[in-house]
């Protein structure tokens, strides 16, 4: 994928146009890498002015378009003439309460984050890439998608500064000041699961 300087500017910083070409461009990237799969995981950036782009409800990562992507207030209320927002919107509205640094956020279902999910707790960090890369992981207990309550328990580690949270049964939600952060810890979150549960077949030496 080609990438320019922009990508490493702060969600803050892009306009409304290119927030949505980012979105859709980091969206198909998400599905080609096994991310996401059907019509699960969502994507937003936080403009400078607070309001919200984030993709639609019920709609494939695998071929969003900008023009189907959701224009909200930081209430996450639909600003005029948009469609329907993801039903995962009250995680990203917590989310960004919480931190104000972070202007882009990627939720996913990686299957191995989602398998090592179930044992209560994160998978090692022990690898090289997720040691220097990956920062700390927290676990979160389930809550039903889209609920307040789930929004609350992701926001509460996001809000003690981790930036990647495993959601029990459920997936992974990363946050940043961009959406290569974000996605990049993504991947690597999904290796370091990877990696951890293969290792678990090792002999003991
Ligand atoms: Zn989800």
Redesign the pocket.
């Known amino acids: 994928m080609q990438r320019d300087q922009n990508d490493l500017a702060s969600g803050r910083h892009l306009t409304e146009s290119r927030a949505r070409e980012e979105i859709a461009r980091y969206c198909a990237l998400l599905w080609e890498r096994r991310l996401v799969t059907g019509t699960?995981?969502?994507v937003s950036v936080r403009l400078e002015d607070g309001d919200i782009i984030v993709t639609p409800t019920q709609v494939s990562l695998r071929a969003v378009a900008a023009s189907q992507l959701v224009r909200t207030d930081a209430g996450g209320d639909p600003r005029q003439g948009q469609g329907q927002p993801t039903s995962?919107l009250p995680l990203h509205v917590a989310a960004y309460q919480a931190r104000p640094d972070v202007h882009a956020i990627i939720?996913t279902?990686p299957t191995f984050c989602v398998v090592w999910s179930k044992t209560g707790a994160v998978f090692d960090r022990d690898t090289v890439g997720a040691r220097e890369t990956l920062g700390e992981v927290a676990w979160t207990p389930y809550e039903p998608?889209g609920s307040q309550a789930l929004a609350r328990v992701t926001a509460a580690e996001f809000s003690r500064g981790i930036d990647t949270v495993l959601m029990e049964r459920?997936?992974l939600s990363a946050v940043a000041s961009t959406l290569e952060q974000a996605y990049v810890a993504t991947d690597l979150a999904e290796e370091a699961a990877r990696i951890a549960f293969f290792s678990r077949f090792l002999p003991e030496r």
């Open positions: 699960s995981g969502n995962e939720h279902h998608p459920h997936g």
